[in-house]
């Protein structure tokens, strides 16, 4: 795996220069927290790098909440997006799975990922409720992104993922290969940090296929319970990295709109005549967590809940789904 650095000053400059030529995006800090922002040359100085994680999941870039797939559109500039961490690496994995199929692949979709450069940021550090190494998932990529960022004592550490990652690096007049293993040593050290953080913040937290089994046997009460708070918002759904629903709406002259649909809303699966085998909330709040820990891991490699925790965060009930799976983990198995 190679490493190249560069001093930041040096990066923010060249960033500034390409901001002719590409469209950056990047995660920067504000009152809330951090997110993803369209990058302006006095933005670049408050990018923020390491830390967990923006507010937004990376699907967003891929998968508009409302586009006409009808009209007629340009790419445009081809487009950086710094700063994503690798649970949304990861999801994008599953997402690339469903829509660059080779049967039905969504031309939409390709392009912009063709369009698209990645860096991913390792995180040092975690949020309260991130848990992607319960599933497997490392707080750093070595794949899926093609370029990897760790800001290091003010010099920028760029691991190579891709052949593309590498040709965006070298357009970075400073840029050399990093020849001292101290520094790489210390990335590893501050890596090994927040695996061990993530592994004390989740005891007693089950892994992905022990989940996927608990959910799938799990009773009616459990679903009541934990369902009573719940308020069909859909707030879980549309900021999960890897829930990707859609409905197609019919326009006048011949046009039709996917707009992002939601397994959590009332009528999510009402069909003509009125019948709805969702109707009843516990019915909705089980077919999320079926879908992701049951059914989609029986269609496709990559994992469908990659731990980033936002569901929890943006939930208005206040429901934490890994206490629901502690507690399922401690019933008896008949």
Same mark, same amino acid.
């Given at each position: 795996?190679?490493?190249?650095?560069?001093?930041?000053?040096?990066?923010?400059?060249?960033?500034?220069?390409?901001?002719?030529?590409?469209?950056?995006?990047?995660?920067?800090?504000?009152?809330?927290?951090?997110?993803?922002?369209?990058?302006?040359?006095?933005?670049?100085?408050?990018?923020?790098?390491?830390?967990?994680?923006?507010?937004?999941?990376?699907?967003?870039?891929?998968?508009?909440?409302?586009?006409?797939?009808?009209?007629?559109?340009?790419?445009?500039?081809?487009?950086?997006?710094?700063?994503?961490?690798?649970?949304?690496?990861?999801?994008?994995?599953?997402?690339?799975?469903?829509?660059?199929?080779?049967?039905?692949? #969504?031309?939409?979709?390709?392009?912009?990922?063709?369009?698209?450069?990645?860096?991913?940021? #390792?995180?040092?550090?975690?949020?309260?409720?991130?848990?992607?190494?319960?599933?497997?998932?490392?707080?750093?990529?070595?794949?899926?992104? #093609?370029?990897?960022?760790?800001?290091?004592?003010?010099?920028?550490?760029?691991?190579?993922?891709?052949?593309?990652?590498?040709?965006?690096?070298?357009?970075?007049?400073?840029?050399?290969?990093? &020849?001292?293993?101290?520094?790489?040593?210390?990335?590893?050290?501050?890596?090994?940090?927040?695996?061990?953080?993530?592994?004390?913040?989740?005891?007693?937290?089950?892994?992905?296929?022990?989940?996927?089994?608990?959910?799938?046997?799990?009773?009616?009460?459990?679903? &009541?319970?934990?369902?009573?708070?719940?308020?069909?918002?859909?707030?879980?759904?549309?900021?999960?990295?890897?829930?990707?629903?859609?409905?197609?709406?019919?326009?006048?002259?011949?046009?039709?709109?996917?707009?992002?649909?939601?397994?959590?809303?009332?009528?999510?699966?009402?069909?003509?005549?009125?019948?709805?085998?969702?109707?009843?909330?516990?019915?909705?709040?089980?077919?999320?967590?079926?879908?992701?820990?049951?059914?989609?891991?029986?269609?496709?490699?990559?994992?469908?809940?990659?731990?980033?925790?936002?569901?929890?965060?943006?939930?208005?009930?206040?429901?934490?789904?890994?206490?629901?799976?502690? &507690?399922?983990?401690?019933?008896?198995?008949?």
């Amino acid at each position: 795996m190679q490493y190249k650095c560069i001093p930041k000053e040096e990066w923010d400059k060249t960033l500034e220069q390409l901001l002719l030529s590409f469209t950056i995006f990047a995660v920067v800090k504000n009152e809330f927290g951090q997110d993803y922002e369209l990058i302006r040359p006095e933005d670049i100085p408050g990018i923020s790098y390491n830390k967990p994680k923006p507010a937004t999941s990376l699907k967003n870039f891929f998968l508009p909440v409302r586009e006409n797939v009808t009209s007629e559109r340009s790419d445009g500039k081809k487009r950086v997006i710094i700063g994503v961490p690798n649970c949304d690496i990861e999801g994008l994995s599953l997402l690339d799975e469903i829509y660059l199929d080779n049967e039905y692949d #969504d031309i939409f979709y390709s392009k912009r990922r063709e369009n698209t450069i990645l860096i991913s940021s #390792d995180c040092f550090g975690i949020q309260e409720h991130c848990h992607c190494m319960s599933y497997g998932i490392l707080p750093y990529s070595v794949r899926g992104a #093609d370029l990897a960022v760790i800001n290091l004592d003010e010099t920028i550490i760029l691991r190579i993922n891709t052949p593309q990652g590498e040709d965006f690096a070298n357009i970075f007049p400073a840029i050399r290969l990093v &020849e001292d293993k101290s520094i790489i040593d210390k990335i590893e050290q501050k890596q090994r940090a927040t695996e061990k953080l993530l592994e004390t913040s989740n005891l007693n937290l089950p892994d992905y296929k022990t989940t996927g089994e608990l959910v799938t046997r799990a009773e009616v009460d459990i679903w &009541e319970k934990y369902s009573r708070q719940c308020v069909s918002c859909g707030a879980c759904t549309t900021i999960c990295p890897t829930c990707t629903c859609f409905l197609l709406i019919d326009k006048p002259g011949f046009e039709k709109v996917k707009q992002m649909d939601a397994c959590q809303y009332p009528g999510f699966e009402r069909v003509a005549g009125g019948e709805d085998v969702l109707f009843e909330l516990h019915n909705r709040f089980r077919n999320r967590y079926m879908c992701k820990y049951s059914w989609k891991p029986g269609k496709f490699r990559s994992t469908a809940c990659t731990g980033c925790g936002r569901c929890i965060e943006a939930c208005i009930g206040k429901i934490n789904k890994n206490e629901l799976f502690r &507690e399922l983990s401690k019933q008896p198995v008949c």
